[in-house]
């Protein structure tokens, strides 16, 4: 059965710092990984998603890079701002579960000013 | 903006009641899913729409059933839940289902359900 892992729970830093997240995963054989954001009381929003074949993704200040023989994945936020503060949650499709996405816990991130 | 909507925004019900939570999205997506998600924690999976057919139903109580009428809806009918059934109800859709699809989930912004 996936396992997904974020570590840590949660973060703080000041504004400004550039930050990674981490995400492991125990099957590597995934068909892709998404990164997603949640503000308080609504629904999430895609970030991020990188295919199996692929090593990175990029949008704007967001990086994702994934690395499927260790099973990880990390989300790099540069230059960050209070508006970046909410819970990121990383999801993987395929290994056992293939149809259906398995989250991670998630991690809070205050950004504070 | 999300380009998937769920109506009510909050419903606040009794447990004899009996309630409809609606979905909508016109992004032409063949495979729609309704989640559960409870504070602090991530998105439980409940259903699996593809091509208007049920494809997943994670062992739900039949105390909620879905429907898909069309491709671009998706209701989710409430009957007799108990208090622990109050969450945040969430709609997503992506553009198929199956392992062949890689594309993202689009998630609507929820349906916070209480139950009295």
């Known amino acids: 059965k996936q396992e997904v892992t974020q570590i840590p729970a949660a973060l703080s830093v000041p504004e400004g710092e550039n930050l990674v997240l981490n995400c492991s995963f125990t099957?590597?054989?995934?068909?892709?990984l998404q990164w997603f954001r949640q503000d308080p009381g609504k629904g999430l929003t895609s970030l991020l998603l990188i295919q199996s074949s692929q090593r990175e993704q990029t949008s704007g200040r967001l990086n994702a890079s994934l690395d499927k023989s260790s099973g990880r994945s990390t989300l790099y936020i540069a230059a960050s701002q209070p508006g970046d503060s909410a819970t990121y949650l990383c999801?993987?499709?395929?290994?056992?579960?293939?149809?259906?996405?398995?989250f991670g816990q998630g991690t809070r991130l205050t950004i504070n000013p | 903006d999300t380009e998937v909507t769920q109506t009510p925004k909050h419903l606040v019900m009794g447990m004899t009641n009996k309630k409809s939570l609606k979905c909508e999205q016109h992004m032409g997506h063949r495979a729609m899913y309704w989640y559960k998600q409870k504070a602090k924690k991530p998105p439980e999976l409940m259903f699996v729409?593809?091509?208007?057919?049920?494809?997943i139903n994670e062992s739900v109580p039949s105390r909620f059933s879905p429907e898909c009428p069309n491709s671009s809806l998706l209701n989710l009918h409430l009957h007799a839940l108990q208090p622990e059934d109050s969450a945040l109800y969430l709609c997503?859709?992506?553009?198929?289902?199956?392992?062949?699809?890689?594309?993202?989930?689009?998630f609507g912004n929820g349906t916070r359900l209480t139950v009295t």
């Open positions: 099957d590597s054989a995934i068909y892709n």
């Open positions: 729409y593809s091509y208007e057919k049920l494809s």
């Open positions: 997503a859709s992506s553009q198929g289902q199956g392992a062949r699809y890689n594309s993202p989930l689009h």
């Open positions: 999801a993987v499709k395929g290994g056992q579960g293939a149809q259906k996405l398995v």
